[in-house]
């Protein structure tokens, strides 16, 4: 059986290393990227004494088009500092229904700030400027306070999808006419550029504030930044202290997100190229419900339709059994997503597992 069954052989050649396909959060520093860590000059930054946290925090703060960047633990922290700086208890933050900041945050909004949310039913993440227009409260004493609108792009739970700068741009006139701030969460903001060849600007212009995360595609095993003005930042700051965000020689974690940003930014295209692979793939097999031209990036939401063969957490755990590595996102949802520690080969190769498993 072994002889003619070629893929039974490679699977058991490679049954201790599966096919990571679960997140791009699982990348591992590079042997380069270690080195910079290790040779990195560091000081202490809550004195605001390190020079690498200070040199990511310019770099950063000068691709986004901002006058500061603050550096923080995680994508969390600098959503919820954004959430924490612009806005008072009681005020309203309007977001799409399937955002990060609303679903993956563990309620920060309202632990943090004192906040309430109005989500906003979005098309694979994209909201309108109409929406936006409807949601704002009345100033009456009756309601909350509309203070600030949240943009998720690319949007994870959307599979990657890229917030299109046009209506960005109408949902900043709509902010500016109504006194509203808006913030980005652009924790993969590094591949809607990277996928449409527009400046991570396009976006960040059109943002108060903007937070991206290093720990994502381009690969650093920790943090994130938020930019915005000056007078923004320094609010950030202290409630970076509040929350328990001081890092003391932290410039050995920037100096991994400063090597990610200058290294690994042009090959996040590899990435887009793998997760098209991996589309054409699953989208020829019976019950996959995934539209190709929909995989913008590289994340894939695969919906099972009446005729695949197993629900979600039965295929991640057959899937898993063959050596590829995914998520269940809902009952009938998985979730694939390609990075730096996935070769083309090893793509290619789990498609072949994912069409053995399908069978
Ligand atoms: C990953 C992610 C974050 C931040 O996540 P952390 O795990 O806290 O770093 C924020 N927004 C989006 C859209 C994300 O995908």
């Known amino acids: 059986m072994e002889h003619s069954n070629l893929f039974g052989c490679h699977h058991r050649t490679h049954a201790m290393k599966p096919i ?160 509203l701030a808006l913030h980005l969460d652009g924790a993969r903001l590094w591949n809607a550029s990277a996928a449409t060849g527009l400046a991570l600007r396009a976006w960040a212009d059109l943002a108060d504030s903007v937070s991206c995360c290093f720990s994502k595609g381009l690969g650093a095993p920790v943090g994130s930044c938020l930019a915005g003005t000056k007078a923004f930042i320094d609010r950030a700051h202290r409630f970076r202290k509040v929350f328990g965000g001081g890092m003391r020689q932290a410039g050995i974690l920037a100096a991994a997100a400063l090597y990610a940003v200058e290294n690994h930014r042009a090959r996040l295209a590899d990435d887009h190229a793998h997760a098209r692979l991996l589309a054409e793939t699953i989208s020829a097999l019976p019950g996959a419900l995934l539209d190709p031209a929909h995989v913008q990036t590289n994340i894939l939401i695969v919906e099972l339709g009446p005729e695949a063969p197993f629900d979600a957490k039965e295929l991640v755990r057959r899937l898993k059994d063959s050596g590829v590595l995914c998520l269940d996102t809902a009952p009938r949802k998985i979730r694939l997503v390609t990075h730096l520690d996935v070769s083309r080969e090893q793509v290619l190769d789990a498609c072949e597992r994912i069409r053995q498993v399908w069978k």
């Open 20 to 179: 990571d396909l679960r997140s791009d959060t699982v990348t591992r520093p590079t042997p380069a990227m270690r080195e910079a860590m290790a040779r990195a000059e560091v000081g202490d930054d809550v004195f605001g004494e390190d020079p690498t946290v200070n040199r990511l925090q310019e770099t950063t703060a000068a691709l986004l088009g901002k006058e500061a960047a603050l550096y923080v633990p995680s994508g969390t922290m600098a959503n919820q500092l954004a959430v924490k700086s612009h806005t008072q208890a009681g005020d309203e933050v309007i977001l799409e229904a399937n955002s990060h900041v609303f679903n993956y945050e563990s309620g920060g909004p309202a632990v943090l700030s004192a906040v309430q949310i109005n989500p906003l039913p979005g098309v694979r993440g994209v909201f309108t400027a109409e929406q936006v227009e409807a949601a704002i409260r009345p100033t009456d004493h009756h309601f909350a306070q509309t203070r600030l609108v949240v943009i998720e792009n690319t949007h994870n739970r959307a599979g990657g999808a890229i917030f299109p700068v046009e209506e960005m741009r109408r949902i900043r006139e709509t902010a500016d006419r109504r006194g």
